[in-house]
């Protein structure tokens, strides 16, 4: 059969864009089977915090997993506060050490994963579009995959899980929970010594100071932009003025705070305070069901919404074993790894999977996970407020710790 020129070049042209359609997601798989065959007997250490014993376990448990599937050895290095091992890549990258070195993933989300991006200490290229779970995530339905407290993401980390600011109360003491950072105020200075809030640097102190921060501020839209393009001072007033009428009638007076949420969630629990905060919804209901909390205690968010981000893991640049831990990545957006995640008896942590792009039996799984009696409902959940520029956070903490602890 002869075949006209013109349609020899539509059929050239079909092809290119089928080769550059298809075969390119099959390139990335089969680039991801090499990844994995060459991550075969590495060791990966996995840098994250180390406060919950259940999270904790559950990095145990994703440690077996990827030991039996691909022959990972997976290390947890513990942190208390991730900047920390930010500063340790840093100084590694000061002294010339470009590979071995002591971190192959890093859990990190906002200011941190900001100051590791601009200082050039992740892998300098999209590995992240790579992974064939990330498939299974959608941008277009939550842009914090992509997009880390404004700070474009770039392929340079995986987004790991959700989380949201609730607030926690004992019913049996708290008849109406105060719904709003002024209801907050009047309620601490009505009672005295029943309220607290983690001591920044810690993730979920800050997060609450942050919180209020955007709550009595004539104008949140300063807070989109970076800190250096306002008038800080004048900006961070509100917050200022906010603490200082509450800080007398705090736990202890505000002479002294918790070292992080486990610790003010332990206070609930033991009834020395009677609000307390987190970053994960269904946080207060695996207190229940540990035994940690009465079964009194729920949850609430204010009326204007609550902070909410996306948490992801990132691979530094100079990583001894990068290959494993794209594999370790890629696992933590599976399926299987998602759903036993965003269980409330293991952790909890929402999903970041879109539900529409798995199989339905695993739809079925996510479906069927308990909520946990204090757990709010999604619906409930809907109101959330955008998180700062990232460069607000140590502008925050500094003067935050020169105020209130004369450091």
């Not at 290095?77 to 920390?84: D, F, H, I, M, P």
């Not at 340079?156 to 926690?168: D, H, I, K, N, T």
């Not at 209801?183 to 209020?212: C, E, H, R, V």
Request: charged share 15%; proline share 7%.
């Amino acid at each position: 059969m002869r075949i006209h020129n013109h349609t020899k070049h539509l059929m050239i042209i079909i092809c290119c864009v089928v080769v550059s359609i298809f075969p390119f997601s099959m390139a990335k798989a089969d680039d991801f089977s090499s990844i994995s065959s060459q991550a075969t007997g590495q060791t990966v250490y996995f840098n994250a915090w180390g406060g919950s014993p259940a999270i904790n376990a559950y990095i145990r448990w994703v440690g077996k997993r990827v030991e039996e599937d691909y022959g990972i050895t997976l290390v947890h290095v513990k942190l208390t506060e991730t900047a920390g091992a930010v500063t340790r890549i840093l100084a590694e990258k000061a002294s010339g050490k470009v590979s071995g070195g002591s971190v192959d993933l890093i859990w990190i989300n906002g200011e941190n994963f900001a100051t590791m991006k601009n200082n050039g200490l992740l892998q300098s290229a999209d590995w992240v579009s790579g992974l064939p779970n990330f498939a299974l995530t959608n941008p277009e339905k939550l842009p914090g995959i992509i997009s880390d407290f404004g700070t474009p993401t770039d392929g340079l980390e995986s987004p790991w899980g959700r989380a949201q600011l609730v607030f926690g109360y004992d019913s049996a003491y708290v008849a109406t929970p105060p719904i709003s950072a002024e209801m907050l105020a009047k309620w601490i200075k009505n009672n005295p010594g029943q309220f607290s809030y983690p001591k920044p640097p810690d993730f979920t102190g800050t997060s609450f100071l942050k919180q209020i921060l955007l709550e009595v501020s004539p104008d949140r839209s300063v807070f989109s932009k970076p800190a250096d393009q306002a008038d800080i001072d004048q900006a961070l007033m509100p917050l200022w003025q906010w603490l200082d009428q509450v800080h007398p009638y705090l736990w202890r007076s505000g002479k002294a705070f918790p070292a992080n949420y486990t610790a003010l969630v332990q206070l609930l629990g033991d009834g020395e305070i009677s609000i307390a905060m987190a970053f994960n919804p269904t946080e207060f209901s695996n207190g229940i069901s540990q035994g940690i909390l009465p079964d009194t205690v729920r949850t609430y968010i204010h009326d204007d919404g609550t902070l909410a981000n996306v948490h992801f893991v990132a691979i530094p640049f100079n990583a001894a074993a990068p290959e494993a831990a794209q594999v370790v990545a890629n696992f933590l957006l599976s399926p299987e790894a998602q759903i036993h995640k965003a269980d409330t008896a293991i952790w909890g942590d929402p999903t970041v999977l879109d539900l529409s792009k798995v199989s339905a039996s695993d739809q079925a799984a996510f479906m069927a996970l308990p909520r946990g009696v204090a757990t709010l409902s999604e619906t409930d959940l809907g109101l959330t407020l955008a998180e700062p520029h990232p460069s607000w956070v140590g502008v925050i903490e500094r003067e935050w710790a020169r105020r209130y602890t004369g450091q």
